[in-house]
T-cell receptor, first 114, second 108 residues
């Protein structure tokens, strides 16, 4: 199994541009998550999904959108990129729900907005 | 919302010493208490977890203890080695709030 994969690994955006960060998992997990990690900080939850067709906001959702049309894929959309969105983005998935199980993380996408 | 407080933010120990990191939470509903390790430039990975029906769990040099009355859980690393150097996070499951992390440095 590849586990959780993310593309791209790195990206530089200009202010106001948009992009989609891709996330795919091959473990048949229902639960998927997007986090951002600013330098020297912990992870903050942006959005999560409990299954195909169901998404919900996390701690810091502003400026982002998600969709979950399949169990495997959970893309994160940035509209009108701002310097405050410069961060490392991690996608994760889990077999058990929000309160009970290990999360498997992807390798991350390092995004710079200038 | 509910938060988790993690201490210390940095910890430096000599190789072979023990390290203890503590997280305090504020609600009573949490039943699952995981610890993640993140090496520099890498993704977080689960190293140990505990559920509320037990007070302690060990896995070789790593242990986690839970005090539900005092609402805190701690990560214990014994006989530390340089490869233990990393940032460690506790997590409040339920709303997936991560602690701010503890940067552990193990000096040879």
């Amino acid at each position: 199994n590849a586990g959780v994969t993310q593309t791209p690994k790195f990206r530089i955006l200009k202010i106001g541009q948009s992009m989609t960060l891709q996330c795919t998992q091959d473990m048949n997990h229902n639960y998927m998550y997007w986090y951002r990690q600013d330098p020297g900080m912990g992870l903050k939850l942006i959005y999560y999904s409990v299954g195909a067709g169901i998404t919900d906001k996390g701690e810091v959702p502003n400026g982002y959108n998600v969709s979950r049309s399949t169990t495997e894929d959970f893309p994160l959309r940035l509209e009108l990129a701002a310097p405050s969105q410069t961060s490392v983005y991690f996608c994760a998935s889990s077999y058990q729900g929000l309160a009970s199980g290990e999360q498997y993380f992807g390798p991350g996408t390092r995004l710079t907005v200038t | 919302g509910e938060n988790v407080e993690q201490h210390p933010s940095t910890l430096s120990v000599q190789e072979g010493d023990s390290a203890v990191i503590k997280c305090t939470y504020s609600d009573s509903a949490s039943n699952y208490f995981p610890w993640y390790k993140q090496e520099l430039g890498k993704r977080p990975q689960l190293i140990i977890d505990i559920r509320s029906n037990v007070g302690e769990k060990k896995d070789q040099r790593i242990a986690v203890t839970l005090n539900k009355t005092a609402k805190h859980f701690s990560l214990h690393i014994t006989e530390t080695q340089p490869e233990d150097s990393a940032v460690y996070f506790c997590v409040r499951e339920g709303n997936l709030i991560f602690g701010k992390g503890t940067k552990l440095s193990v000096k040879p």
